[in-house]
Nanobody, 123 residues
Framework: QVHLFESGGGPVQAGGSLRLSCDVI????????LGWFRQDAGKQREAVAA???????RYSDSVTGRFTISQDKVKNTLYLQMDRLQPEDTGMYYC?????????????????WGQGTQVTVSS
């Protein structure tokens, strides 16, 4: 019943920035969590950033201080601002929404996922 569509990925040089967008249709006002996850070839999917209904933000240790999650409730859009990108940030990035979630950084809590947008960081 909820659909998510990521955009904004692409190739970027190390040290550069990208802003990922996720259109959430329909916007879920009482969603427990909205989050960003990523997965690179040969690696497990990992949580990158999440925001809960109280607008508390959480980040993985590897992106803390470089990435910022935010939402625009008027535009029904979730964002991930990525600064000072590193080659290790390369991967397919997915946005996701969860209801009835206990931990917004746990991927098993999420029932709705986008199709992904590729981010490739070169050195």
């Amino acid at each position: 019943q909820v659909h998510l569509f990521e955009s904004g990925g692409g190739p970027v040089q190390a040290g550069g920035s990208l802003r990922l967008s996720c259109d959430v249709i329909p916007w879920i006002e009482r969603a427990d969590c909205l989050g960003w996850f990523r997965q690179d070839a040969g690696k497990q999917r990992e949580a990158v950033a999440a925001i809960n209904r109280d607008e508390d933000e959480r980040y993985s240790d590897s992106v803390t201080g470089r990435f910022t999650i935010s939402q625009d409730k008027v535009k029904n859009t979730l964002y991930l601002q990525m600064d000072r990108l590193q080659p290790e940030d390369t991967g397919m990035y997915y946005c996701a929404a969860a209801e009835g979630c206990f931990d917004c950084m746990a991927d098993w809590c999420y029932g709705s996922w986008g199709q992904g947008t590729q981010v490739t960081v070169s050195s």
